[in-house]
């Protein structure tokens, strides 16, 4: 039968355990003492860490964004991202009205440099020419070609590999995937219906 433990004795063994973690630890300076270089590592590997947070996230500028080293591009950042989250949110905007409204205000920043630049400096100043270049599409094209040729591949060896389960778990799969895409097409086109009734 086992003991009964009471409340001393439980309060007994975890003052116990502190008191032989704690002298286990290593002593800490005072104040005026030696600690710079033990602070500055403590800080950079906080929580017992390996590595500083820094090289955790990658290294180079994206890190330098994310832990705020450069706080003007940092802010910016942060300004954009809640810029696009109160169009896309709020005032429920889509991407293609936002890429429309980005055309409109480019030309007319283009119009108003070109026309005014004339009236201010008596010569009409050389407006930017703004090119994609076409390597560009060229290299979106094949990585997407890729992908769809090796999706196909996939396809059709699990139908010519003989693999019944496999076989099953592919055609459920695109099967479920079928369904969702019907239902999200009902759901837009009845979400569309009601709201022109309004």
Known sequence: MPEKITPEDLLNNIVGTFAESSSKQKSVPLFGEETSNSVTSQLNRLFGRQKPV?????????????LW???????????GATAVWVLFEWLNYHFLTLVGFALV???LAQFLWSNFSGIISRSPSEVPRLVVPDKLFVNIAISIGHEINRALEFIQDVALGGNLKQ????V????VAAVIGSWCNFLTVLYIGEGSNH
């Open 54 to 66: 820094h090289h955790l996230l990658g290294g180079g500028k994206s890190a330098d964004v994310l």
């Open 172 to 175: 459920a799969s695109l099967w």
């Open 167 to 170: 076989f099953i778990m592919v």
């Open 105 to 107: 205000l480019l030309m």
């Open 69 to 79: 080293r450069n706080k003007k591009i940092s802010a910016s950042f942060l300004t």
